[in-house]
């Protein structure tokens, strides 16, 4: 099963945020789950596939073209899909 989330490329306000974005990556892997968000090396989107990484699950970005040119996409993609 794949999972979309949709969280921000900056680490927000409150540590909380980052908190629950590894809790969340390292959670979808255990119940057998694929993280798809945003692909970037960024914020949250970053704690989030850094933690479903480590915790040995995939990670499949769907992300601009202009992002990929600036460096900025995730370079632990399982799959990337670059749009426009």
Request: charged share 15%.
């Amino acid at each position: 099963m794949h999972v979309a989330v949709f969280c921000g490329s900056n680490f927000g306000a409150s540590a909380v945020y980052r908190e629950s974005a590894a809790e969340l990556g390292h959670t979808l892997p255990e119940r057998g789950m694929v993280l798809v968000f945003g692909g970037t090396s960024k914020g949250l989107m970053k704690i989030t596939a850094d933690a479903a990484l480590q915790a040995g699950g995939k990670i499949h970005g769907v992300i601009p073209r202009n992002l990929v040119e600036k460096g900025q996409q995730h370079p632990g993609l399982s799959v990337a899909d670059v749009v426009m």
